[in-house]
Protein backbone atom coordinates (compact mmCIF):
# COMPACT_ATOMS: atom_id res chain seq x y z
CA UNK A 1 0.00 0.00 0.00
CA UNK A 2 1.51 3.54 -0.73
CA UNK A 3 1.65 5.79 1.87
CA UNK A 4 2.39 9.26 2.15
CA UNK A 5 6.12 10.40 2.53
CA UNK A 6 6.44 12.00 5.90
CA UNK A 7 9.01 14.56 6.59
CA UNK A 8 11.61 12.32 7.67
CA UNK A 9 11.09 10.04 4.89
CA UNK A 10 12.35 13.17 2.40
CA UNK A 11 15.27 14.00 4.30
CA UNK A 12 16.45 10.67 4.23
CA UNK A 13 16.82 11.02 0.53
CA UNK A 14 18.76 13.96 0.39
CA UNK A 15 19.45 15.80 -2.42
CA UNK A 16 17.14 18.24 -4.24
CA UNK A 17 16.59 15.92 -7.16
CA UNK A 18 15.44 13.25 -4.51
CA UNK A 19 13.44 14.70 -2.80
CA UNK A 20 11.12 16.04 -5.47
CA UNK A 21 10.47 13.57 -6.77
CA UNK A 22 8.47 12.30 -3.29
CA UNK A 23 7.20 15.91 -2.62
CA UNK A 24 5.83 16.55 -6.27
CA UNK A 25 5.06 13.16 -7.99
CA UNK A 26 3.71 13.45 -11.95
CA UNK A 27 0.68 13.81 -12.70
CA UNK A 28 -1.76 10.79 -12.42
CA UNK A 29 -3.03 9.09 -15.75
CA UNK A 30 -1.39 12.39 -17.83
CA UNK A 31 1.96 12.56 -19.30
CA UNK A 32 3.41 16.48 -19.42
CA UNK A 33 3.43 18.05 -22.69
CA UNK A 34 6.88 17.74 -24.83
CA UNK A 35 7.95 21.61 -24.30
CA UNK A 36 11.25 22.98 -25.23
CA UNK A 37 13.81 23.86 -22.17
CA UNK A 38 16.04 26.98 -22.23
CA UNK A 39 17.46 29.31 -20.02
CA UNK A 40 17.93 32.81 -19.33
CA UNK A 41 21.75 34.08 -20.84
CA UNK A 42 21.47 36.77 -17.57
CA UNK A 43 22.59 33.84 -15.80
CA UNK A 44 26.19 33.39 -18.22
CA UNK A 45 26.93 37.02 -18.58
CA UNK A 46 29.85 36.63 -16.80
CA UNK A 47 31.18 33.96 -19.07
CA UNK A 48 29.41 35.38 -22.06
CA UNK A 49 31.53 38.37 -22.05
CA UNK A 50 35.07 36.12 -22.96
CA UNK A 51 33.56 33.05 -24.78
CA UNK A 52 30.31 33.00 -26.48
CA UNK A 53 30.63 29.66 -28.10
CA UNK A 54 32.13 28.03 -25.29
CA UNK A 55 29.54 29.23 -23.25
CA UNK A 56 26.82 27.99 -25.70
CA UNK A 57 28.33 24.80 -26.04
CA UNK A 58 28.39 24.17 -22.30
CA UNK A 59 24.76 24.51 -22.11
CA UNK A 60 23.50 22.66 -25.05
CA UNK A 61 25.93 19.83 -23.24
CA UNK A 62 24.11 19.91 -20.05
CA UNK A 63 20.59 19.54 -22.12
CA UNK A 64 19.14 22.98 -22.79
CA UNK A 65 17.42 23.44 -25.85
CA UNK A 66 17.42 27.27 -25.90
CA UNK A 67 18.38 30.65 -24.73
CA UNK A 68 17.30 33.67 -24.14
CA UNK A 69 19.38 36.33 -24.73
CA UNK A 70 19.60 40.03 -23.03
CA UNK A 71 23.03 41.13 -24.15
CA UNK A 72 24.55 41.51 -27.96
CA UNK A 73 28.02 41.63 -26.41
CA UNK A 74 28.70 44.05 -29.55
CA UNK A 75 28.09 41.30 -31.83
CA UNK A 76 25.39 40.96 -34.71
CA UNK A 77 22.75 38.28 -34.95
CA UNK A 78 23.89 36.69 -37.70
CA UNK A 79 27.53 36.09 -35.49
CA UNK A 80 24.95 34.89 -32.63
CA UNK A 81 23.11 32.95 -34.68
CA UNK A 82 26.63 31.10 -36.59
CA UNK A 83 27.02 30.37 -32.40
CA UNK A 84 23.63 28.91 -31.77
CA UNK A 85 23.91 27.06 -34.65
CA UNK A 86 26.79 24.94 -33.97
CA UNK A 87 25.40 24.33 -30.18
CA UNK A 88 22.12 23.22 -31.56
CA UNK A 89 20.53 25.72 -29.34
CA UNK A 90 17.27 28.14 -30.66
CA UNK A 91 16.74 31.70 -29.43
CA UNK A 92 13.59 31.59 -27.21
CA UNK A 93 13.85 34.90 -26.97
CA UNK A 94 15.63 38.40 -26.18
CA UNK A 95 14.82 40.83 -22.62
CA UNK A 96 15.08 44.00 -24.45
CA UNK A 97 13.65 47.40 -23.04
CA UNK A 98 10.84 49.05 -24.02
CA UNK A 99 12.85 51.88 -25.81
CA UNK A 100 14.15 48.99 -28.19
CA UNK A 101 11.35 48.59 -29.07
CA UNK A 102 9.88 51.96 -29.91
CA UNK A 103 11.27 55.03 -32.50
CA UNK A 104 14.90 54.98 -33.94
CA UNK A 105 15.72 52.10 -31.99
CA UNK A 106 13.31 49.66 -33.06
CA UNK A 107 14.86 48.47 -36.61
CA UNK A 108 18.04 47.57 -35.24
CA UNK A 109 16.17 45.45 -32.67
CA UNK A 110 13.86 44.14 -35.08
CA UNK A 111 17.22 43.64 -37.57
CA UNK A 112 19.45 41.35 -34.50
CA UNK A 113 16.38 39.17 -33.65
CA UNK A 114 15.63 38.65 -37.63
CA UNK A 115 19.54 37.62 -37.25
CA UNK A 116 19.45 35.50 -34.51
CA UNK A 117 16.20 33.57 -35.47
CA UNK A 118 14.58 34.83 -32.31
CA UNK A 119 10.64 36.28 -32.07
CA UNK A 120 9.44 37.10 -28.46
CA UNK A 121 10.82 40.16 -27.55
CA UNK A 122 10.39 40.59 -23.83
CA UNK A 123 10.38 43.86 -21.90
CA UNK A 124 12.60 42.98 -18.83
CA UNK A 125 11.08 45.70 -16.92
CA UNK A 126 9.75 49.35 -16.58
CA UNK A 127 10.37 52.58 -14.04
CA UNK A 128 9.15 52.05 -10.01
CA UNK A 129 6.94 54.80 -10.82
CA UNK A 130 4.60 52.74 -13.50
CA UNK A 131 3.88 49.98 -10.67
CA UNK A 132 2.16 52.73 -8.89
CA UNK A 133 0.22 54.87 -11.32
CA UNK A 134 -2.87 53.95 -13.10
CA UNK A 135 -2.23 56.78 -15.65
CA UNK A 136 1.08 55.30 -16.16
CA UNK A 137 0.00 51.93 -16.16
CA UNK A 138 -2.37 52.69 -19.01
CA UNK A 139 0.30 54.96 -21.36
CA UNK A 140 2.85 51.60 -20.95
CA UNK A 141 0.37 49.31 -21.98
CA UNK A 142 -0.77 51.10 -25.11
CA UNK A 143 3.15 51.79 -25.83
CA UNK A 144 3.32 47.79 -25.64
CA UNK A 145 0.45 47.60 -28.19
CA UNK A 146 1.48 49.71 -30.76
CA UNK A 147 5.29 47.93 -30.32
CA UNK A 148 3.17 44.71 -30.86
CA UNK A 149 1.24 45.74 -33.72
CA UNK A 150 4.81 47.17 -35.75
CA UNK A 151 6.74 43.97 -34.99
CA UNK A 152 3.94 41.42 -36.12
CA UNK A 153 4.60 41.78 -39.88
CA UNK A 154 7.92 40.05 -39.00
CA UNK A 155 6.25 37.25 -37.06
CA UNK A 156 7.29 38.90 -34.16
CA UNK A 157 6.04 38.95 -30.86
CA UNK A 158 6.27 41.44 -27.76
CA UNK A 159 5.96 40.48 -24.24
CA UNK A 160 6.63 41.61 -20.39
CA UNK A 161 8.55 40.36 -17.48
CA UNK A 162 7.21 40.37 -14.16
CA UNK A 163 9.16 41.32 -11.08
CA UNK A 164 7.40 41.63 -7.56
CA UNK A 165 6.68 45.42 -7.95
CA UNK A 166 4.19 44.02 -10.29
CA UNK A 167 1.96 42.70 -7.62
CA UNK A 168 1.04 46.10 -5.96
CA UNK A 169 -2.18 46.79 -5.92
CA UNK A 170 -4.44 49.44 -7.54
CA UNK A 171 -8.30 49.85 -6.63
CA UNK A 172 -8.06 46.33 -5.04
CA UNK A 173 -6.26 44.38 -8.20
CA UNK A 174 -2.55 43.58 -8.76
CA UNK A 175 -1.05 45.77 -11.32
CA UNK A 176 -0.03 42.32 -13.41
CA UNK A 177 -3.86 41.51 -14.22
CA UNK A 178 -4.35 45.39 -15.31
CA UNK A 179 -2.04 45.52 -17.10
CA UNK A 180 -2.96 42.29 -18.80
CA UNK A 181 -6.33 43.18 -18.98
CA UNK A 182 -4.92 46.95 -20.74
CA UNK A 183 -3.05 44.73 -23.77
CA UNK A 184 -4.20 42.68 -26.65
CA UNK A 185 -4.10 38.93 -26.44
CA UNK A 186 -0.96 39.05 -28.25
CA UNK A 187 1.26 40.59 -25.47
CA UNK A 188 2.93 37.71 -24.16
CA UNK A 189 2.92 37.56 -20.22
CA UNK A 190 6.09 36.01 -18.95
CA UNK A 191 5.66 34.90 -15.46
CA UNK A 192 8.72 35.03 -13.43
CA UNK A 193 8.18 32.08 -10.75
CA UNK A 194 10.54 33.37 -7.93
CA UNK A 195 10.06 37.45 -8.61
CA UNK A 196 6.12 36.41 -8.68
CA UNK A 197 6.52 34.24 -5.41
CA UNK A 198 8.02 37.45 -3.44
CA UNK A 199 4.86 39.20 -1.93
CA UNK A 200 3.23 37.13 0.54
CA UNK A 201 -0.46 35.60 -0.98
CA UNK A 202 0.49 35.70 -4.95
CA UNK A 203 -0.77 32.65 -6.45
CA UNK A 204 1.04 31.71 -9.46
CA UNK A 205 -1.20 29.09 -10.73
CA UNK A 206 -4.72 31.72 -10.08
CA UNK A 207 -2.20 34.15 -12.48
CA UNK A 208 -2.26 31.50 -14.97
CA UNK A 209 -5.32 30.59 -15.39
CA UNK A 210 -6.80 33.85 -15.48
CA UNK A 211 -4.54 35.27 -17.92
CA UNK A 212 -5.07 31.99 -20.10
CA UNK A 213 -3.20 31.36 -23.34
CA UNK A 214 -0.53 34.66 -22.27
CA UNK A 215 2.09 32.65 -20.42
CA UNK A 216 4.11 31.74 -23.97
CA UNK A 217 7.06 31.56 -22.01
CA UNK A 218 7.77 31.58 -18.18
CA UNK A 219 11.04 32.13 -16.24
CA UNK A 220 11.15 28.51 -13.83
CA UNK A 221 12.81 29.97 -10.86
CA UNK A 222 12.89 28.44 -7.55
CA UNK A 223 11.49 30.36 -4.38
CA UNK A 224 12.00 29.20 -0.64
CA UNK A 225 11.87 31.82 2.42
CA UNK A 226 13.63 28.80 4.43
CA UNK A 227 16.58 28.22 2.33
CA UNK A 228 16.95 31.31 -0.81
CA UNK A 229 19.78 29.20 -1.92
CA UNK A 230 17.29 26.18 -2.72
CA UNK A 231 17.27 24.35 -6.25
CA UNK A 232 14.02 23.31 -8.16
CA UNK A 233 11.84 21.18 -6.50
CA UNK A 234 13.90 21.68 -3.19
CA UNK A 235 12.36 24.86 -2.83
CA UNK A 236 8.43 25.65 -1.21
CA UNK A 237 6.47 26.45 -4.51
CA UNK A 238 3.64 24.22 -6.03
CA UNK A 239 5.33 22.99 -9.31
CA UNK A 240 2.96 20.03 -10.52
CA UNK A 241 0.31 23.16 -9.81
CA UNK A 242 2.49 25.38 -11.48
CA UNK A 243 3.02 22.99 -14.58
CA UNK A 244 -0.15 21.51 -14.86
CA UNK A 245 -1.68 25.62 -15.54
CA UNK A 246 0.91 26.54 -17.96
CA UNK A 247 0.26 23.39 -19.79
CA UNK A 248 -3.66 23.00 -19.65
CA UNK A 249 -4.50 26.81 -20.43
CA UNK A 250 -1.47 29.13 -20.38
CA UNK A 251 -0.37 28.54 -23.95
CA UNK A 252 3.01 27.64 -22.75
CA UNK A 253 5.85 27.09 -25.42
CA UNK A 254 8.84 27.28 -23.78
CA UNK A 255 9.80 26.51 -19.81
CA UNK A 256 13.12 28.99 -18.85
CA UNK A 257 15.28 28.24 -16.05
CA UNK A 258 17.02 30.93 -14.59
CA UNK A 259 18.82 30.68 -11.30
CA UNK A 260 21.84 32.64 -9.89
CA UNK A 261 23.33 32.78 -6.66
CA UNK A 262 26.51 34.53 -5.49
CA UNK A 263 29.44 32.58 -4.76
CA UNK A 264 27.87 29.33 -6.78
CA UNK A 265 29.05 28.70 -10.34
CA UNK A 266 26.61 29.63 -12.61
CA UNK A 267 26.83 26.73 -15.02
CA UNK A 268 26.98 24.27 -12.36
CA UNK A 269 24.06 25.61 -10.98
CA UNK A 270 21.95 25.63 -14.18
CA UNK A 271 23.32 22.09 -14.92
CA UNK A 272 22.04 21.15 -11.22
CA UNK A 273 18.50 23.15 -12.19
CA UNK A 274 17.85 21.51 -14.96
CA UNK A 275 17.98 18.18 -13.65
CA UNK A 276 15.92 18.76 -10.86
CA UNK A 277 13.36 20.10 -13.37
CA UNK A 278 13.53 17.32 -15.27
CA UNK A 279 13.26 14.94 -12.09
CA UNK A 280 9.87 16.79 -11.45
CA UNK A 281 8.29 15.75 -14.81
CA UNK A 282 9.65 12.37 -14.92
Not at 67 to 80: H, K, Q
Not at 191 to 213: F, K, P, W, Y
Request: aromatic share 8%; proline share 4%.
Amino acid sequence: MHQNPTRRDILKLGGSAAAAALMFPARAGAAWKRLPIGTQLWCVRKQLATDIPGTLTALAAMGYEGVELENTFGRPGAEWRKHLDAAKLKACGFHHTLAELQGDKLAATIEFNLGVGNRNLIIRSLAPEVYKSMDLLKKTADAVNEAAVKVRPHTMRVGYHNHFADFNRIDGEYWWNLFADRTTKDVILQLDTGNASELTGVSLVDLIRRNAGRTVTMHVKPFSKANPNAYLGADELDWPGIMTAAESVGGLEWYIIEYEREGVPPLESLKANLGAFRTLRA
